[in-house]
């Protein structure tokens, strides 16, 4: 259903007097990859590597500086205006902060009910309350919401809104910018929870974004991994979580708390900090960090290669 090709976001550095592009920060630098009908793909990675941008870019929200972004066949990527408010009802997304999220001048139906008028999905006034109604009981919240503003709710009522909001124009792809990363654990099983009904009883993709790899395992059917704007990791959420092939991803994997503690793993502690996307490093852009890097990870840049069936990876040494 979507298929992103080749997708970069770089954003240009000016300096000097005249204030001219010396330089680019490279926040999508790359990127393929494809969601299926109903599927839900994972995206993580530390703060900083473009997870976020990354999604702004397939909704349109930030423009890409090259690449394409095919939806049902027609690449979202090259339209503007009219026409990509038209296409608009097949993609929504699902924003980190529930606080700044909603206009605080609107009403939770207003909120609602806004995508409804821009695309005119409601033939009057009585129907359009019917489907707010709708949208507000199935996002577990009552009907006389509606007329409360976005002050007066928690933050995961505020998040359930900001989801009736999105399925409003019963899109196809709903892309969940860590949607529960602000909210308490209770809280968050709850979003987890209802996100997965929606998705059974609409059929909706998501895309994932988080940095919280028990989460992401818990709802994805498969999980990518990104490190400063470019994808070294993706497969099956199990096989991804079970046996990283990365070692950026097994970093990732070792700081997961376990329950069990048979089941704790050693931690693996990375050295420096993730590079600047204004100047990667040659070749690798993990090996600055990465305990097997040798001569050739800081020349030879790897590509993403399947290493095992339905599991690829961006390492010389994954296996």
């Not at 999508?28 to 703060?47: A, Q, R, Y």
């Not at 008028?117 to 019917?130: F, K, M, P, V």
């Not at 996002?139 to 995961?156: I, K, Q, T, V």
Request: with cysteine; net charge positive; charged share 25%.
């Amino acid at each position: 259903m979507l298929e992103v090709k080749n997708l970069k976001v770089h954003y240009p550095v000016r300096h000097g007097l005249l204030r001219g592009i010396r330089q680019h920060v490279k926040a999508v630098d790359d990127v393929s990859f494809s969601i299926g009908p109903g599927e839900t793909l994972g995206l993580v990675g530390e703060s900083g590597c473009g997870k976020t941008t990354l999604g702004r870019a397939i909704v349109k929200l930030v423009e890409p500086t090259a690449g394409s972004v095919w939806l049902d066949g027609e690449d979202i990527a090259r339209l503007s205006g009219a026409e990509l408010r038209a296409r608009r009802r097949k993609f929504q997304m699902i924003f980190q902060d529930p606080y700044n999220s909603l206009d605080p001048r609107m009403t939770a139906g207003g909120i609602i009910g806004e995508a409804l008028d821009i695309h005119h999905l409601a033939g009057g006034r009585t129907e359009r309350e019917g489907k707010i109604e709708a949208l507000l009981k199935m996002a577990g919240l009552d009907a006389s919401h509606a007329r409360r503003y976005p002050h007066e709710f928690s933050g995961g009522q505020r998040q359930r809104i900001g989801i009736a909001r999105a399925l409003t124009v019963e899109p196809k792809l709903i892309v969940c910018d860590e949607p529960v990363s602000a909210l308490d654990v209770s809280v968050q099983a709850q979003i987890i929870n209802l996100l997965q009904d929606v998705q059974r009883e609409r059929g909706v993709a998501y895309l994932f974004v988080a940095h919280d790899l028990a989460v992401v395992e818990h709802i994805s059917r498969r999980v990518m991994v990104m490190y400063l704007g470019k994808i070294v990791e993706l497969g099956g959420a199990k096989a991804v979580v079970q046996t990283p092939k990365h070692p950026y991803t097994q970093a990732l994997v070792s700081a997961v708390p376990q329950i069990d503690p048979a089941a704790q793993r050693t931690r693996i502690v990375l050295a420096g900090e993730m590079p600047s996307p204004i100047d990667p490093p040659p070749g690798c852009p993990f090996h600055p960090r990465c305990p097997l890097a040798e001569t050739r990870c800081r020349s030879e840049s790897p590509t993403l290669r399947e290493v095992a069936p339905g599991h690829w990876a961006s390492c010389h040494f994954a296996k």
